[in-house]
C-alpha cells in the first residue's frame, strides 16, 4: 500500500499563469467558471483523463501550471466543442486546450515519443514545407518516431489501404510553397502569438 | 419678460457627500468661486447637507443672513430635492425659492479628471446662481387620491393585496386573466419547507376573495387601457365571454357531464396539458369562482371561435330552469376609476423547447416541474398517482435543477425557488412511489427560514444529491441496466469522476422568467422593466414595491423570482402604500403648471395637443384656458404654441435661457 | 450556381472516394464547383495545438485566395476544413488585433482577405440552394428499403452551427429520406468519433469508433452515412481492432454523396465504393424493380 502526501502549498501555484491565459483572446470568459462540471459531462473523453476538464479549468485559474501541463486532459481533448457549446458561461474549452497545448509544447512537457505532440510537431512541418499533407507519409513518420511495434500492428489496416487505392506515398504540394514560410516569417517578425 | 423687483440673496451649499462627490471635485474651490458671483451672499462647503445639522443651517443662515434664495450642489434632485424644499420652508422662506445641483451623478460619479471635474461644478453651480435669481414664490399643488385601488392579478401576491386592503375598508377592483384565481401556486400540490398542502391555504383565501364585500372580482378579464396620473386613473377592463351568466351559474356542472362529447378530448391548460376537458370546463375543482366556461374555439357550437348554434345543446339542457348558459355573450367593456393600481402578474415557467438537449418531447418520460407537480397532485389527472406517459411506474427517478437558469445562452439569472421546490417534489415523488431519487445541482441555494434544515431532512430520507449539472439526457444504453430507460450522464464533480445514472423519469426544474406579454403590460401601467424583462422597482433595497411611476405598484414574481413567502410579504407591503395615498386622500404635485399669457391669439393649435385634456377654450375670451388641477407640466403646449404665450411655472424662458447662459458664461 | 471548391488534403488522401463521389453529383445537379487555385493544407485541428496566429495564416491565405478567384462562396465538403476555415472567419471578425497580424502577412505575399468569403458545406448548399425538391427529382433508384443511420460527427454542427441544428440536425435526415432510404433514430449523431485519437490513442479511439457502430447496428440500420474524411476513415478502417476487442460489428460507412450517386443511377466506378475496407454490398433495385431485402444481418457481440 503505497501511501502518497498530497498538500499543495502557494509555491505550487505560478503565479501569473492563469491570467496570461486568460489575456489570449477568446480565453477571458475562464474567470468566470463556476465548476457546474457540465463540460466534463458531455465530454466523451473525460473518462480517460486523469483531470477532467473542469479540473483542468480550476487548476489553471488557480495557477496549477506544473499539474496542467503534465496532465493527460490536454492530449486526449479531440476538440469536439461538446464543452464549448454547453458550457452556461459561454467559456471557450477547447480553444482554452488547445493553448495549453501550444504551451506544453512550447516547454516540450510529454514524455519522449508521445505520438501526439509528435503527430504536431511532423504536421506542422510537412505544411510549412509543401503546403499540403500527405496522409500515408504523415502516418509513416509518425509511426517511425513513436512505436515501431504499433506501426506493425497496423498491417492489416495497411493492406487494405493498398488494396483501396489509398496508400499513396506521392508528395502533395502546392505550387508557391514559398508564400508559406514568407507568410509564417511575417508573423514571426512581430512575435507570433497574442496582441 | 420679469424684472427683478428686490434684492437678491443666495445662499448657496456645496456639499462633499463624504467622499462620494470630494474625491472628484475640489469643493471647497467650488464654494470659495460661487462666493464671488453676484446675487449670493453666503457661500459654504458641508460634508453631508442632507442630515439634520445640514439642514438645520440652511434654516438658520436664512434667518441670520435674510437669505431669499437657496441653491444646493450635491446629489440628484431625485433623492433630496424634497429634504431641502422642506429645510428651506421649515426656514420660513417658500421652498420654490429652492434649486438644486446635480455635481454627483452628473458630475463626480462620471469623470475621472478632478480639474475637470470641478470646473464642470463650477459652471453648473454657476447656471444655478443665475436662474435661481429668476424663481418665483409657488404653491404645492394637491391632488385628491380616489379611494378604490386596482389589483391586476390574482395569485397569491394579488389575492393577499387585495385581502389587505379590503379587510382595511377600501373598495378593491381584482382583475384575473384566467378564468379563475390562484395563479401558479394553485397548481401546486405542496409547500415547502413545511409541506403545507398549497390548496389548503390556498382555497380559503381564494373563497374570502370571492365573497368580500369589498372586492369586485372580474375573473377572465384583463387590462386593455390606463390614462390619468397618481390618485385618478381610468382603466378599461375587457370582461371576455364565458357564455355563461355569472349570477346565474350555482357551480353545479350538470353542464360539464352533459356535453356532447362523453369523453373529454382537449389538452386541460391547468393541468399543463397532462389531463383533458370537454369544451365547456371548469379549471379545476375549487376554482373561484366555481364558474363553468366554455371554449369557443372547440365549442361544437362555434366555427373557429364565431357561433354557428349548429349544436345539440344538451348543456343547455341540463342547465334547465338555471338557464345559466348563454351563447349570445360578447367582450364587454368596463371603465372603472382608482386611485392607485397594484400589478401582480406573476411569472412564466421557462420553456424547455429552448433546451432540446434534454430530451422534453422527443422521450416521454421528460416532464417540466409544473407537470410533475400535477402528476403528484390528488387532484390532478391521474389522481396522484405517479403513471408516466407511457404507462410506467417509475423505480428511479432524476430531478435536473437549474433548466434555463444561470446559463448565458438562456437566462442569466438564478430563480431562486428551483433548488427548493425540486427537493420538495424529491420528497413527495419518493413518497408517492417509493422511487431512487437523484437531484443533479450546481449549487443548494437554501436560505429561507427552515430551508437548509429541510435539506437535511432529504439527506435523511436518502434522496441522492449529486452535484454535477447536466449536459445530456439520452436513451443511448451502454450497459444492460440502462436498457429501455433514460440515461443522465454528468460529473459528479465531488466524487471526481463522471457517471451514468439510469432512470425511469426525468423531472426539468425550470427557471422562472418574465411573462410573455410582460413588455405589453409594462407599457400598458407605464412601468420600466430591468435588462432580463421583470418589471423595475424604483430602489433595489429602499422601494421594493414602489415603481418610477407614482401610484402605480408591484408585488410578487412579476418584479423578480421569490417564494410564497416573500410574495405574500410584498403583497402587503404593497398594500399598505396604497394605504397611504389612500387614507392621507391627497397627493402633492409639482407646481410645474403650463397657464396661457395674455397675448394668447385663440388659435386652438394647444388644445388637442395636451395628452391629459386640461386645456379647453373659452368662447367669451376667445383665448385657451388651462385646468391646473388636471395639467402635469408635460411642457407640450408650451413649446408647440406659435406665438409663446404659454408659459410653464419651474421652467420659464428666463429660467432657462440664464441656465444656459451661465453654463456657457466665461470668467 | 457556381462555387469555390476546397477540397483539402484529406480528399486527396484517405478520403478520396468522399471527392470521387462528390464531383459526379455536383455535376449532375448541375452545380458548378472551381477548384480553388493552389489551396494549401487548412491546419485542420493539428495546428490549432501548436500556434494559433500560423493557423489562422494558413485558413487565411484560403480565404484571400477564394476573395481572389472571384467566386462568391466556397464550398468545403471537409467536415475539418469547414470548421477551420469558418473558425478563422469568426476569429478575425472578433478579434481585430489578430486580423492586422494576419493581414501582415498576406500582405507578405500579396494577398488580401477582406473578411467576409462565406464557407459552406455541400449539405448546406444541397438543401438550400438546390433544394429537396430539384434532389428527389434526379433520382432514378430511390433506395428503398434501405436502413440508415446518419453521422454528423462534431464538426459540422459545432460550434457555427449556421444551416442546422446543433442539438438534433436534421439536413442529411431529409437528404437521405429524398433519396428514398430509411433514417433510423440515432441518438449518437453528434457524438464524437474520436478523430485522431484512434490512432495515437487506441485504448481511447477505437472504443468511441465501436460505440458508434454498435448502436448502428441496435438500431437497424444497413449502414452510417458520414460528412467527414476522418469519421469515414475510423468507422471504416479500424473494423479488426473493434472486432478483436469487442467483437466484430460489420456495418459498412458510406458518404452521403456516394448514396446520392447511387439513388442517381451514376456509373458505380464514379463513386469510389470500393474505397473502404467494409464494402457497402446493398445495392439499390434498378429503375422499376421491387427493393431488396434489408442486407444487416446483426453480428453477434462478444464483448
Same mark, same amino acid.
Given at each position: 500500500m503505497k501511501i502518497h502526501r498530497t498538500i499543495k502549498y502557494e509555491s505550487d501555484c505560478v503565479r501569473g499563469f492563469g491570467r496570461e491565459l486568460m489575456s489570449v483572446p477568446g480565453c477571458e470568459q475562464l474567470e468566470r467558471c463556476i465548476q457546474c462540471g457540465t463540460c466534463s459531462g458531455v465530454c466523451p473523453l473525460s473518462i480517460y483523463m486523469d483531470y477532467t476538464p473542469r479540473q483542468v479549468m480550476a487548476l489553471t485559474r488557480a495557477d496549477f501550471k506544473r499539474e496542467v501541463l503534465h496532465s493527460h486532459t490536454i492530449w486526449l481533448c479531440a476538440s469536439c466543442y461538446a464543452c464549448t457549446v454547453e458550457c452556461p458561461q459561454e467559456i471557450r474549452i477547447?480553444?482554452?486546450?488547445?493553448?495549453? #497545448?501550444?504551451?506544453?509544447?512550447?516547454?516540450?512537457?510529454?514524455?519522449?515519443?508521445?505520438?501526439?505532440? *509528435?503527430?504536431?510537431?511532423?504536421?506542422?512541418?510537412?505544411?510549412? #514545407?509543401?503546403?499540403?499533407?500527405?496522409?500515408? *507519409?504523415?502516418?509513416?513518420r509518425l509511426f517511425l518516431q513513436t512505436s515501431w511495434l504499433a506501426a506493425l500492428g497496423n498491417w492489416r489496416l495497411g493492406l487494405d489501404l493498398m488494396r483501396t487505392g489509398r496508400f499513396s506515398l506521392i508528395t502533395e504540394r502546392i505550387k508557391r510553397r514559398h508564400e508559406i514560410a514568407r507568410m509564417f516569417d511575417a508573423l514571426d517578425g512581430t512575435k507570433g502569438k497574442g496582441p | 419678460m420679469v424684472s427683478l423687483k428686490q434684492e437678491i440673496r443666495i445662499g448657496f451649499y456645496v456639499c462633499h457627500c463624504g467622499h462620494n462627490i470630494a474625491s472628484m471635485v475640489d469643493c471647497p474651490e467650488v464654494a470659495s468661486y460661487v462666493g464671488k458671483l453676484p446675487g449670493v451672499v453666503l457661500s459654504r462647503d458641508y460634508k453631508y447637507m442632507c442630515s439634520d445639522p445640514g439642514q438645520e443651517l440652511i434654516q438658520k443662515d436664512i434667518k441670520e443672513f435674510e437669505l431669499n434664495r437657496v441653491v444646493v450642489a450635491s446629489c440628484s434632485p431625485l433623492l433630496h430635492e424634497h429634504t431641502f424644499r422642506t429645510a428651506t420652508a421649515a426656514g420660513g422662506l417658500n421652498p420654490f425659492f429652492f434649486h438644486m445641483v446635480n455635481i454627483r451623478e452628473h458630475d463626480s460619479w462620471v469623470h475621472t479628471d478632478r480639474a475637470e471635474a470641478t470646473a464642470k461644478a463650477k459652471a453648473l453651480a454657476r447656471a444655478a446662481i443665475r436662474r435661481v435669481a429668476h424663481h418665483k414664490a409657488l404653491e404645492v399643488k394637491k391632488v385628491p387620491v380616489h379611494p378604490d385601488v386596482l389589483v391586476v392579478g390574482a395569485g397569491i401576491a394579488g389575492i393577499h393585496a387585495a385581502l389587505t386592503l379590503a379587510n382595511a375598508g377600501k373598495k378593491v377592483f381584482l382583475i384575473e386573466r384566467e378564468p379563475t384565481i390562484g395563479g401558479h401556486m394553485a397548481k401546486f400540490d405542496k409547500t415547502f419547507p413545511t409541506l403545507d398542502c398549497a390548496a389548503c391555504i390556498l382555497t380559503p383565501k381564494m373563497s374570502e376573495v370571492g365573497t368580500h364585500e369589498n372586492i369586485t372580482l372580474w375573473s377572465h378579464s384583463d387590462v386593455v387601457k390606463m390614462d390619468g396620473y397618481v390618485g385618478n386613473y381610468t382603466v378599461t377592463v375587457r370582461r371576455r365571454p364565458r357564455y355563461i351568466n355569472e349570477e346565474l351559474c350555482t357551480g353545479c356542472q350538470e353542464c360539464i357531464s352533459n356535453c356532447i362529447y362523453k369523453e373529454p378530448k382537449f389538452a386541460d391548460h391547468f393541468n399543463e396539458g397532462l389531463g383533458k376537458r370537454k369544451p365547456v370546463y371548469i379549471p379545476f375543482p375549487q376554482a373561484t369562482p366555481q364558474i363553468v366556461l366554455i371554449d369557443p374555439e372547440v365549442c361544437l357550437n362555434f366555427k373557429r371561435g364565431v357561433l354557428t348554434d349548429k349544436c345539440k345543446k344538451t348543456c343547455v339542457e341540463a342547465c334547465g330552469d338555471r338557464k345559466a348558459i348563454d351563447f349570445t355573450q360578447h367582450e364587454e367593456f368596463k371603465e372603472i376609476k382608482v386611485g392607485?393600481?397594484?400589478?401582480?402578474?406573476?411569472?412564466?415557467?421557462?420553456?424547455?423547447?429552448? @433546451?432540446?438537449?434534454?430530451?422534453?418531447?422527443?422521450?416521454?418520460?421528460?416532464?417540466?416541474?409544473? $407537470?410533475?407537480?400535477?402528476?403528484?397532485?390528488?387532484?390532478?389527472?391521474?389522481?396522484?398517482?405517479?403513471?408516466?406517459?407511457?404507462?410506467?411506474?417509475?423505480?428511479?427517478?432524476?430531478?435536473?435543477?437549474? @433548466?434555463?437558469?444561470?446559463?448565458?445562452?438562456?437566462?442569466?439569472?438564478?430563480?431562486?425557488?428551483? %433548488?427548493?421546490?425540486?427537493?420538495?417534489?424529491?420528497?413527495?415523488?419518493?413518497?408517492?412511489?417509493?422511487?431512487?431519487?437523484?437531484?443533479?445541482?450546481?449549487?443548494?441555494?437554501?436560505?429561507?427560514?427552515?430551508? !437548509?434544515?429541510?435539506?437535511?431532512?432529504?439527506? !435523511?430520507?436518502?434522496?441522492?444529491?449529486?452535484?454535477?449539472?447536466?449536459?445530456?439526457?439520452?436513451?443511448?444504453?451502454?450497459?444492460?441496466?440502462?436498457?429501455?430507460?433514460? @440515461?443522465?450522464?454528468? !460529473?459528479?464533480?465531488?466524487?471526481?469522476?463522471?457517471?451514468?445514472?439510469?432512470?425511469?423519469?426525468?423531472?426539468?426544474?425550470?427557471?422562472? $422568467?418574465?411573462?410573455?406579454?410582460?413588455?405589453? @403590460?409594462?407599457?400598458?401601467?407605464?412601468?420600466? %422593466?430591468?435588462? !432580463?424583462?421583470?418589471?423595475? $422597482?424604483?430602489?433595489?433595497?429602499?422601494?421594493?414595491?414602489n415603481t418610477f411611476t407614482d401610484g402605480i405598484f408591484i408585488a410578487g414574481c412579476c418584479q423578480g423570482p421569490r417564494d410564497i413567502p416573500d410574495t405574500v410579504a410584498q403583497a402587503g407591503a404593497a398594500a399598505a402604500e396604497s394605504m397611504v395615498l389612500i387614507d392621507r386622500g391627497y397627493v402633492e404635485q409639482e407646481p410645474n403648471t403650463a397657464y396661457i399669457l395674455p397675448d394668447c391669439s385663440g388659435c386652438k393649435s394647444c388644445l388637442?395637443? %395636451?395628452?391629459?385634456?386640461?386645456?379647453?377654450?373659452?368662447?367669451?375670451?376667445?383665448?385657451?384656458?388651462?385646468? $391646473?388641477?388636471?395639467?402635469?407640466?408635460?411642457?407640450?403646449?408650451?413649446?408647440?404654441?406659435?406665438?409663446?404665450?404659454?408659459?410653464q411655472n419651474l421652467f420659464e424662458d428666463e429660467e432657462v435661457f440664464s441656465e444656459i447662459q451661465g453654463v456657457l458664461a466665461h470668467d | 450556381m457556381k462555387y469555390s471548391?476546397?477540397?483539402?488534403?484529406?480528399?486527396?488522401?484517405?478520403?478520396?472516394?468522399?471527392?470521387?463521389?462528390?464531383?459526379?453529383?455536383?455535376?449532375?445537379?448541375?452545380?458548378?464547383?472551381?477548384?480553388?487555385?493552389?489551396?494549401?493544407?487548412?491546419?485542420?485541428?493539428?495546428?490549432?495545438?501548436?500556434?494559433?496566429?500560423?493557423?489562422?495564416?494558413?485558413?487565411?491565405?484560403?480565404? /484571400?485566395?477564394?476573395?481572389?478567384?472571384?467566386?462568391?462562396?466556397?464550398?468545403?465538403?471537409?467536415?475539418?476544413?469547414?470548421?477551420?476555415?469558418?473558425?478563422?472567419?469568426?476569429?478575425?471578425?472578433?478579434?481585430?488585433?489578430?486580423?492586422?497580424?494576419?493581414?501582415?502577412?498576406? /500582405?507578405?505575399?500579396?494577398?488580401?482577405?477582406?473578411?467576409?468569403?462565406?464557407?459552406?458545406?455541400?449539405?448546406?448548399?444541397?438543401?438550400?440552394?438546390?433544394?429537396?425538391?430539384?434532389?428527389?427529382?434526379?433520382?432514378?433508384?430511390?433506395?428503398?428499403?434501405?436502413?440508415? /443511420?446518419?453521422?454528423?460527427?462534431?464538426?459540422?454542427?459545432?460550434?457555427?452551427?449556421?444551416?442546422?441544428?446543433?442539438?438534433?440536425?436534421?439536413?442529411?435526415?431529409?437528404?437521405?429520406?429524398?433519396?428514398?432510404?430509411?433514417?433510423?433514430?440515432?441518438?449518437?449523431?453528434?457524438?464524437?468519433?474520436?478523430?485522431?485519437?484512434?490512432?495515437?490513442?487506441?485504448?481511447?479511439?477505437?472504443?468511441?469508433?465501436?460505440?458508434?457502430?454498435?448502436?448502428?447496428?441496435?438500431?437497424?440500420?444497413?449502414?452510417?452515412?458520414?460528412?467527414?474524411?476522418?469519421?469515414?476513415?475510423?468507422l471504416d478502417a479500424y473494423h479488426a481492432d473493434v472486432k478483436s476487442t469487442y467483437g466484430g460489428?460489420?456495418?459498412?460507412?458510406?458518404?452521403?454523396?456516394?448514396?446520392?450517386?447511387?439513388?442517381?443511377?451514376?456509373?458505380?466506378?464514379?463513386?469510389?465504393?470500393?474505397?473502404?475496407?467494409?464494402?457497402?454490398?446493398?445495392?439499390p433495385a434498378p429503375a422499376g424493380a421491387p427493393p431488396p431485402p434489408s442486407a444487416a444481418t446483426p453480428a453477434p457481440v462478444t464483448a
Amino acid at each position: 500500500m503505497k501511501i502518497h502526501r498530497t498538500i499543495k502549498y502557494e509555491s505550487d501555484c505560478v503565479r501569473g499563469f492563469g491570467r496570461e491565459l486568460m489575456s489570449v483572446p477568446g480565453c477571458e470568459q475562464l474567470e468566470r467558471c463556476i465548476q457546474c462540471g457540465t463540460c466534463s459531462g458531455v465530454c466523451p473523453l473525460s473518462i480517460y483523463m486523469d483531470y477532467t476538464p473542469r479540473q483542468v479549468m480550476a487548476l489553471t485559474r488557480a495557477d496549477f501550471k506544473r499539474e496542467v501541463l503534465h496532465s493527460h486532459t490536454i492530449w486526449l481533448c479531440a476538440s469536439c466543442y461538446a464543452c464549448t457549446v454547453e458550457c452556461p458561461q459561454e467559456i471557450r474549452i477547447t480553444d482554452i486546450m488547445y493553448e495549453l #497545448k501550444q504551451r506544453a509544447i512550447l516547454e516540450r512537457v510529454y514524455p519522449r515519443g508521445f505520438p501526439i505532440p *509528435v503527430l504536431a510537431r511532423e504536421f506542422t512541418a510537412m505544411v510549412r #514545407k509543401h503546403g499540403r499533407i500527405t496522409e500515408m *507519409v504523415l502516418v509513416i513518420r509518425l509511426f517511425l518516431q513513436t512505436s515501431w511495434l504499433a506501426a506493425l500492428g497496423n498491417w492489416r489496416l495497411g493492406l487494405d489501404l493498398m488494396r483501396t487505392g489509398r496508400f499513396s506515398l506521392i508528395t502533395e504540394r502546392i505550387k508557391r510553397r514559398h508564400e508559406i514560410a514568407r507568410m509564417f516569417d511575417a508573423l514571426d517578425g512581430t512575435k507570433g502569438k497574442g496582441p | 419678460m420679469v424684472s427683478l423687483k428686490q434684492e437678491i440673496r443666495i445662499g448657496f451649499y456645496v456639499c462633499h457627500c463624504g467622499h462620494n462627490i470630494a474625491s472628484m471635485v475640489d469643493c471647497p474651490e467650488v464654494a470659495s468661486y460661487v462666493g464671488k458671483l453676484p446675487g449670493v451672499v453666503l457661500s459654504r462647503d458641508y460634508k453631508y447637507m442632507c442630515s439634520d445639522p445640514g439642514q438645520e443651517l440652511i434654516q438658520k443662515d436664512i434667518k441670520e443672513f435674510e437669505l431669499n434664495r437657496v441653491v444646493v450642489a450635491s446629489c440628484s434632485p431625485l433623492l433630496h430635492e424634497h429634504t431641502f424644499r422642506t429645510a428651506t420652508a421649515a426656514g420660513g422662506l417658500n421652498p420654490f425659492f429652492f434649486h438644486m445641483v446635480n455635481i454627483r451623478e452628473h458630475d463626480s460619479w462620471v469623470h475621472t479628471d478632478r480639474a475637470e471635474a470641478t470646473a464642470k461644478a463650477k459652471a453648473l453651480a454657476r447656471a444655478a446662481i443665475r436662474r435661481v435669481a429668476h424663481h418665483k414664490a409657488l404653491e404645492v399643488k394637491k391632488v385628491p387620491v380616489h379611494p378604490d385601488v386596482l389589483v391586476v392579478g390574482a395569485g397569491i401576491a394579488g389575492i393577499h393585496a387585495a385581502l389587505t386592503l379590503a379587510n382595511a375598508g377600501k373598495k378593491v377592483f381584482l382583475i384575473e386573466r384566467e378564468p379563475t384565481i390562484g395563479g401558479h401556486m394553485a397548481k401546486f400540490d405542496k409547500t415547502f419547507p413545511t409541506l403545507d398542502c398549497a390548496a389548503c391555504i390556498l382555497t380559503p383565501k381564494m373563497s374570502e376573495v370571492g365573497t368580500h364585500e369589498n372586492i369586485t372580482l372580474w375573473s377572465h378579464s384583463d387590462v386593455v387601457k390606463m390614462d390619468g396620473y397618481v390618485g385618478n386613473y381610468t382603466v378599461t377592463v375587457r370582461r371576455r365571454p364565458r357564455y355563461i351568466n355569472e349570477e346565474l351559474c350555482t357551480g353545479c356542472q350538470e353542464c360539464i357531464s352533459n356535453c356532447i362529447y362523453k369523453e373529454p378530448k382537449f389538452a386541460d391548460h391547468f393541468n399543463e396539458g397532462l389531463g383533458k376537458r370537454k369544451p365547456v370546463y371548469i379549471p379545476f375543482p375549487q376554482a373561484t369562482p366555481q364558474i363553468v366556461l366554455i371554449d369557443p374555439e372547440v365549442c361544437l357550437n362555434f366555427k373557429r371561435g364565431v357561433l354557428t348554434d349548429k349544436c345539440k345543446k344538451t348543456c343547455v339542457e341540463a342547465c334547465g330552469d338555471r338557464k345559466a348558459i348563454d351563447f349570445t355573450q360578447h367582450e364587454e367593456f368596463k371603465e372603472i376609476k382608482v386611485g392607485s393600481i397594484i400589478v401582480a402578474t406573476g411569472f412564466k415557467a421557462f420553456d424547455v423547447k429552448r @433546451v432540446p438537449q434534454y430530451g422534453y418531447g422527443a422521450y416521454p418520460n421528460v416532464y417540466t416541474a409544473l $407537470e410533475a407537480e400535477r402528476l403528484v397532485n390528488a387532484s390532478g389527472p391521474t389522481g396522484g398517482e405517479v403513471v408516466l406517459r407511457d404507462g410506467r411506474r417509475p423505480q428511479a427517478i432524476g430531478i435536473i435543477h437549474c @433548466v434555463g437558469s444561470r446559463d448565458k445562452k438562456t437566462n442569466r439569472w438564478c430563480s431562486r425557488v428551483c %433548488c427548493m421546490y425540486s427537493m420538495k417534489l424529491a420528497h413527495l415523488l419518493k413518497e408517492h412511489t417509493g422511487a431512487e431519487l437523484y437531484n443533479f445541482y450546481i449549487d443548494i441555494r437554501a436560505p429561507g427560514k427552515g430551508y !437548509e434544515e429541510f435539506y437535511d431532512k432529504l439527506n !435523511e430520507e436518502g434522496v441522492h444529491f449529486i452535484r454535477g449539472r447536466v449536459g445530456e439526457v439520452t436513451d443511448w444504453a451502454m450497459a444492460p441496466e440502462e436498457d429501455g430507460k433514460l @440515461v443522465i450522464r454528468v !460529473e459528479d464533480t465531488l466524487a471526481g469522476f463522471v457517471r451514468r445514472i439510469p432512470v425511469d423519469m426525468v423531472v426539468l426544474a425550470t427557471g422562472l $422568467e418574465p411573462q410573455a406579454d410582460s413588455q405589453a @403590460v409594462r407599457r400598458l401601467f407605464n412601468m420600466s %422593466c430591468g435588462t !432580463e424583462g421583470f418589471f423595475l $422597482e424604483r430602489h433595489p433595497k429602499l422601494a421594493p414595491v414602489n415603481t418610477f411611476t407614482d401610484g402605480i405598484f408591484i408585488a410578487g414574481c412579476c418584479q423578480g423570482p421569490r417564494d410564497i413567502p416573500d410574495t405574500v410579504a410584498q403583497a402587503g407591503a404593497a398594500a399598505a402604500e396604497s394605504m397611504v395615498l389612500i387614507d392621507r386622500g391627497y397627493v402633492e404635485q409639482e407646481p410645474n403648471t403650463a397657464y396661457i399669457l395674455p397675448d394668447c391669439s385663440g388659435c386652438k393649435s394647444c388644445l388637442p395637443l %395636451c395628452p391629459y385634456t386640461a386645456i379647453t377654450f373659452d368662447d367669451a375670451t376667445k383665448k385657451a384656458v388651462i385646468n $391646473e388641477a388636471l395639467c402635469k407640466g408635460c411642457g407640450t403646449c408650451v413649446g408647440s404654441c406659435p406665438s409663446g404665450s404659454i408659459g410653464q411655472n419651474l421652467f420659464e424662458d428666463e429660467e432657462v435661457f440664464s441656465e444656459i447662459q451661465g453654463v456657457l458664461a466665461h470668467d | 450556381m457556381k462555387y469555390s471548391y476546397f477540397p483539402g488534403c484529406s480528399l486527396r488522401g484517405l478520403g478520396r472516394a468522399y471527392e470521387e463521389s462528390l464531383l459526379p453529383v455536383m455535376q449532375h445537379l448541375g452545380v458548378e464547383l472551381q477548384e480553388l487555385d493552389d489551396w494549401n493544407c487548412c491546419g485542420a485541428t493539428a495546428y490549432m495545438a501548436v500556434d494559433e496566429a500560423k493557423a489562422c495564416v494558413l485558413a487565411a491565405r484560403n480565404l /484571400a485566395l477564394a476573395e481572389r478567384s472571384g467566386l462568391h462562396q466556397v464550398m468545403a465538403p471537409c467536415a475539418a476544413c469547414y470548421l477551420v476555415l469558418n473558425k478563422t472567419k469568426h476569429y478575425l471578425q472578433d478579434y481585430p488585433a489578430m486580423k492586422a497580424k494576419i493581414d501582415r502577412a498576406l /500582405a507578405a505575399v500579396d494577398l488580401t482577405y477582406s473578411g467576409n468569403m462565406p464557407v459552406r458545406h455541400p449539405l448546406d448548399i444541397l438543401l438550400n440552394d438546390v433544394g429537396l425538391e430539384a434532389i428527389k427529382r434526379r433520382v432514378q433508384r430511390p433506395l428503398k428499403g434501405l436502413k440508415v /443511420a446518419p453521422y454528423y460527427g462534431c464538426q459540422i454542427v459545432r460550434p457555427y452551427s449556421t444551416f442546422d441544428d446543433q442539438n438534433n440536425p436534421t439536413s442529411m435526415d431529409r437528404l437521405i429520406e429524398a433519396l428514398g432510404a430509411t433514417v433510423v433514430r440515432y441518438p449518437l449523431k453528434t457524438k464524437c468519433c474520436g478523430g485522431s485519437l484512434t490512432g495515437t490513442v487506441p485504448r481511447a479511439g477505437i472504443r468511441m469508433v465501436y460505440i458508434l457502430l454498435d448502436e448502428a447496428r441496435k438500431r437497424g440500420a444497413d449502414c452510417l452515412a458520414t460528412v467527414c474524411p476522418l469519421c469515414q476513415f475510423n468507422l471504416d478502417a479500424y473494423h479488426a481492432d473493434v472486432k478483436s476487442t469487442y467483437g466484430g460489428v460489420a456495418l459498412p460507412t458510406v458518404y452521403f454523396t456516394q448514396l446520392m450517386g447511387l439513388a442517381f443511377g451514376l456509373p458505380e466506378s464514379q463513386l469510389g465504393l470500393n474505397r473502404a475496407a467494409v464494402r457497402f454490398k446493398w445495392r439499390p433495385a434498378p429503375a422499376g424493380a421491387p427493393p431488396p431485402p434489408s442486407a444487416a444481418t446483426p453480428a453477434p457481440v462478444t464483448a
